[in-house]
């Protein structure tokens, strides 16, 4: 199984086009902040008594609503997330709306609920694609991350979706409690014929408490990032790019003549948006802001207003020059969850950048004994 699986050439055309033009082709739709699972890292998790005290989430009707503006404005994918949707009772209420407004409908789940009912259901009307985050290789670890044991639960979601056609993908997070798994959740995917989309950075929970506790250090991250890419890339390939990466870092990137662009570098508010539970849309799911309000507003000034916000937001110019700025994953999102500014220099992120090329290095060495 190819584990570097890219993005669908029709969808990037269309973000393309759609960033020429000013329009939202892509939503996500955080249903609810609630979640079954109890996992110590998470952005979003809040009880039923957080949400009660911090606001209703919103209704169905609200939903559809805002998703039908949103396709009259060019939305073509939609990603229903939360917390975890399937404890939503009226899930497929605006699931099969937005379905029937002629919208690619994926969802965001950890999997646990797919039985039953519920995966009857999607098994007669499957989504556009279904991502499962798969958090560790055991039950043990299920236990230790989320709270209860899930696990084979999970992998017998997996299998039925994959036997009927559904197109499934894996999110993996690495923190403390299932980097040891690593090898293990890597066989799976390839027993699973499954891709795999892995993540050793964990963003800060501001959205939650702020806790960071839960994640690795910034070395330790690097070390299960290029343990990943050893698990999935071919020995020549993995070679190959710690030759890359020497090549990247001995020059900085200003100094090659780059055209430095500080501004949002991903499709977050140029073709994509993000609505909370509580119904504030804002570029990302991790950014606290510049924040709109389509309900109050109506979808299509909210998203000019967002887009024209989006605009003003200038990430460092030292990050944007870096020599490790190709092999870094910094963000506007990262430097304003990491320092509270989106002009602010993430140390954890230049320290985990600096990190994976020493131990991409080390294990290219170590694997073909030339110097890398």
Known sequence: ????????????????????????????????????????MCYVNLSQADVDARGRELTAEQWISIARQARDQGLIFALLTGGE?????????????????????????????????ILQ???????????????????????????????ERVITA???LKAAGVDVRLN??????????????????????????????????????????HRLTAEEAAEAAVRWDQLRLP???????????????????????????EGVSCRAGRTSF?????????????????????LEQGFAPAWEMLRAETKKIKCPSACVGCKYREVCSVCAAVCV???????GVPEYMCRMARATVRATQAACEERSGQIC
């Open 1 to 40: 199984m190819n584990n570097r699986r890219t993005e669908p050439a029709m969808a990037t055309f269309l973000h393309s086009r759609g960033d020429q033009l000013g329009l939202p082709i892509g939503g996500n739709f955080e249903l609810t902040a609630r979640c079954n699972f109890n996992c110590p």
């Open 85 to 117: 949707p399937f404890v939503r009772k009226d899930f497929f209420e605006i699931y099969g709306a937005m379905k029937a407004m002629g919208l690619l409908v994926s969802i965001n789940s950890n999997g646990s609920m797919l039985s039953g009912d």
């Open 121 to 151: 259901r999607l098994l007669e009307d499957p989504p556009f694609r279904i991502n499962i985050s798969l958090y560790g290789g055991c039950e043990e670890t299920y236990r230790n991350m989320c709270g209860q044991n899930a696990f």
């Open 158 to 160: 997996i299998r039925a």
């Open 172 to 213: 993996l997070s690495i923190t403390p409690y299932n980097r040891k798994d690593l090898d293990r959740i890597f066989e799976l995917a390839m027993e699973l014929q499954v891709h795999v989309k892995a993540s050793a950075y964990m963003y800060p929970p501001i959205r939650v408490n702020g806790d960071c506790g």
């Open 235 to 261: 020995p020549e390939d993995f070679v190959q790019r710690a030759k890359n990466m020497s090549k990247l870092i001995c020059v900085e990137q200003n100094e090659c003549g780059a055209d430095l662009d």
């Open 274 to 294: 993000w609505i909370t539970w509580d119904g504030k849309m804002r570029p990302c799911g991790m950014m606290p802001g510049p924040e709109v309000y389509p």
């Open 337 to 343: 969850t990491e320092t509270g500014r989106f002009d």
